[in-house]
């Protein structure tokens, strides 16, 4: 079993910073393929960036260039620092964890899942 726990979330301005941080206990954390996902209302929740357990990332091509994953295996915690953030990236925003060394973009593959953290871009 592998807990999850995001935060970081809040309000943030268009063309700001915000770092959201998911830390991880319960298990080997090194061996997970990490993931943030983004649901908004009345929308499917959607990809947004993935890194493998050896740090090869993939990225939502709307997000690519202001989104940066990356990961801390000494504190078990991956974050995913957002920069210049638009309005149409308002949503909970979702970490998952899976044991894979690829970049998982399906969110169908994951098997443990925060609890999500909101994420408001004012214009």
């Known amino acids: 079993q592998v807990m999850l726990v995001e935060s970081g979330g809040g309000l943030v301005q268009a063309g700001g910073s915000l770092r959201l941080s998911c830390a991880a206990s319960?298990?080997?954390?090194?061996?997970?393929?990490m993931g943030w996902f983004r649901q908004a209302p009345g929308k499917e929740r959607e990809f947004v960036a993935a890194t493998s357990w050896s740090g090869i990332t993939s990225y939502l091509d709307s997000v690519r260039g202001r989104f940066t994953i990356s990961r801390d295996d000494a504190k078990d915690t991956v974050y995913l620092q957002m920069n210049s953030p638009k309005p149409e990236d308002t949503a909970v925003y979702y970490c998952a964890a899976v044991k894979a060394n690829v970049p998982v973009r399906s969110h169908r593959l994951y098997d443990y899942w925060g609890q999500g953290t909101q994420v408001t871009v004012s214009s």
């Open positions: 319960g298990r080997t954390f090194s061996s997970y393929a």
